[in-house]
């Protein structure tokens, strides 16, 4: 039994995915699964499935700004995450939000475009979230092409962990504390990869107490069903930190979720189907 006072709590500043599989539904699934207490500011509700995303609908900025100030007023949280933010307006105001609000740690996963193509990042707002937002970040959670365009590169120039590993510091030169470089989409460059990252999902971390970039590796699952993955991914690191845990130690346990989380995802609707939350409850079993 646990009491109110002891919860951990994490706020998520993102858009809702009717399909359950990414932005605000993974949060809280993630969240719930790893013990701490969620809460959620919404700025875009959008109509989604495994197919892809079929409408969006950002709420009037005052509402984002009411549900952050609502939360982060009254029953606090020590850690807010950020997902889908869409324009520059509410890129500005979660900015704000965070600079009077102060949460001890800022989880910054740049969300830009969904898996089938669809913006969820205005490119008019890129700008604010690098020069604003990334400075706020305990951690910034990219994926390869985020990475690309938060740097002002081809949307295709890291293509091996040799590139990630060269490419991390200048992400670290915009401002975050550390800097968490996805290789999921390693995988569409694999005629040219180096073979390890054709076997292995690797992600690349680099921040203070680190001498050199530090490799996350873990089996890569031949599967298509990977909605959700980099919202899980930011989403763990943020309960993970809520409990105590450095980001390099967050980093490695939110790794272990999300690699779970994939080897028990299956098809849901015609398309991309989704992670299981909870499959990292069969984890602990076998380590109990
Ligand atoms: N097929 C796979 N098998 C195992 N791990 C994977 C696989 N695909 C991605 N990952 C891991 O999942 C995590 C999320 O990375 P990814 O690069 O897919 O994020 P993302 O593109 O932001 O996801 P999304 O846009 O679906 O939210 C990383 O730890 C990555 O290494
Ligand atoms: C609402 C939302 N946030 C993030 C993503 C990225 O996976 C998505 N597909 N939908």
Not at 167 to 175: E, K, N, W
């Amino acid at each position: 039994m646990t009491n109110s006072r002891a919860w951990a709590r994490v706020l998520t500043i993102a858009g809702s995915d009717s399909g359950g599989g990414a932005g605000i539904q993974a949060d809280l699934k993630t969240f719930q699964e790893l013990e701490v207490f969620g809460m959620s500011a919404i700025t875009a509700v959008t109509a989604q499935n495994s197919v892809g995303v079929h409408g969006v609908y950002p709420l009037p900025v005052e509402a984002v700004v009411q549900q952050i100030d609502a939360v982060l007023g009254d029953m606090g949280a020590t850690t807010v995450k950020t997902g889908m933010l869409l324009s520059p307006d509410i890129v500005a105001c979660t900015v704000e939000a965070i600079r009077r609000h102060r949460p001890e740690h800022v989880i910054v996963d740049p969300v830009m475009i969904a898996k089938g193509g669809s913006p969820l990042l205005r490119q008019e707002a890129v700008d604010v979230l690098r020069g604003e937002l990334l400075p706020l970040a305990s951690v910034v959670t990219p994926n390869l092409p985020e990475a690309c365009e938060l740097l002002g590169i081809e949307r295709d120039a890291i293509r091996s962990v040799a590139d990630m590993v060269k490419t991390v510091d200048r992400l670290l030169a915009l401002g975050p504390k550390y800097v968490l470089l996805k290789g999921g989409h390693l995988e569409e460059y694999s005629s040219e990869n180096d073979a390890l990252s054709s076997k292995e999902a690797i992600d690349v971390l680099v921040g203070p107490g680190l001498a050199e970039p530090v490799l996350l590796q873990a089996p890569r699952y031949a599967t298509k069903h990977t909605h959700g993955t980099g919202c899980t991914t930011a989403a763990a690191i943020a309960a993970f930190v809520a409990r105590g845990r450095s980001i390099p130690e967050a980093a490695r346990e939110a790794k272990q979720f999300v690699t779970a989380a994939i080897a028990a995802a299956g098809p849901m609707g015609r398309g991309t189907g989704t992670l299981w939350h909870a499959a990292h409850r069969q984890l602990q079993m076998q380590r109990s």
